[in-house]
């Protein structure tokens, strides 16, 4: 299945730490590269959730479509009006943004994404949930507006390279129910 990885998103700390009254984490550093390094078991390099105990956690990915859809809810005369169009789907502060890729399908799966330096292999176990600073973020009600499509949370099985542009996604399997409820382990120490 071919797809465009449209935006990366690495930050070295947490932006949005606490509650959305306490206010977002200044960074004046670039959290959007063209291209990031992945390593097996342990995430993308630079990330905060990089070699953190968390392995089944470290790389989330939403579909821009998920996004386009918000827009399209929340903005205009809905009943929240949005002010702030159009939505920029880095703002949902996931690691890998997509387009043309039904991401939230392949939550319990085996995947493999070549994102033009050839393929890396993933294992999505949990759905990547939003949060109470989606409201913040985009508009009221886009919290619950992205209930069940605000992306994935996977663990990557190889070490490569993710560049934004052409990408294809490959080898979808299904988790064996058994390894659904493997305990959360540490990431390997290399």
Same mark, same amino acid.
């Given at each position: 299945?071919?797809?465009?990885?449209?935006?990366?998103?690495?930050? =070295?700390?947490? /932006?949005?730490?606490? +509650?959305?009254?306490?206010?977002?984490?200044?960074?004046?550093?670039?959290?959007?590269?063209?291209?990031?390094?992945?390593?097996?078991?342990?995430?993308?390099?630079?990330?905060?959730?990089?070699?953190? /105990?968390?392995?089944?956690?470290?790389?989330?990915?939403?579909?821009?479509?998920?996004?386009?859809?918000?827009?399209?809810?929340?903005?205009?005369?809905?009943? !929240? =009006?949005?002010?702030?169009? #159009?939505?920029?789907?880095?703002?949902? +502060?996931?690691?890998?943004?997509? /387009?043309?890729?039904?991401?939230?399908?392949?939550? $319990?799966?085996?995947?493999?994404?070549?994102?033009?330096?050839? =393929?890396? $292999? !993933? +294992?999505?176990?949990? #759905?990547?949930? =939003? %949060?109470?600073?989606?409201?913040?973020? !985009?508009?009221?009600?886009?919290?619950?507006?992205? +209930?069940?499509?605000?992306?994935? $949370? %996977?663990?990557?099985?190889?070490?490569?390279?993710?560049?934004?542009?052409?990408?294809?996604?490959?080898?979808?399997?299904?988790? #064996?129910?058994?390894?659904?409820? /493997?305990?959360? $382990?540490?990431?390997?120490?290399?």
């Amino acid at each position: 299945m071919e797809l465009e990885i449209v935006h990366l998103v690495v930050s =070295p700390l947490r /932006r949005m730490d606490g +509650r959305p009254r306490e206010g977002m984490t200044a960074f004046d550093g670039d959290e959007t590269p063209q291209t990031v390094q992945v390593r097996a078991h342990k995430g993308l390099v630079g990330d905060r959730y990089f070699n953190t /105990r968390f392995t089944y956690a470290s790389v989330t990915l939403i579909a821009a479509e998920s996004i386009d859809q918000l827009e399209r809810e929340l903005a205009g005369d809905g009943l !929240f =009006p949005a002010a702030n169009t #159009p939505f920029d789907p880095v703002l949902a +502060r996931r690691n890998l943004v997509t /387009r043309g890729l039904d991401v939230d399908a392949l939550v $319990r799966h085996t995947f493999t994404l070549d994102g033009g330096h050839g =393929p890396i $292999r !993933f +294992r999505s176990i949990t #759905p990547a949930n =939003p %949060c109470a600073w989606m409201n913040e973020m !985009f508009a009221l009600g886009a919290h619950q507006a992205l +209930r069940g499509h605000a992306g994935i $949370r %996977c663990e990557p099985l190889d070490d490569g390279q993710l560049s934004v542009g052409p990408a294809t996604v490959t080898d979808v399997l299904a988790i #064996p129910p058994d390894e659904l409820t /493997r305990q959360v $382990r540490r990431a390997p120490v290399a």
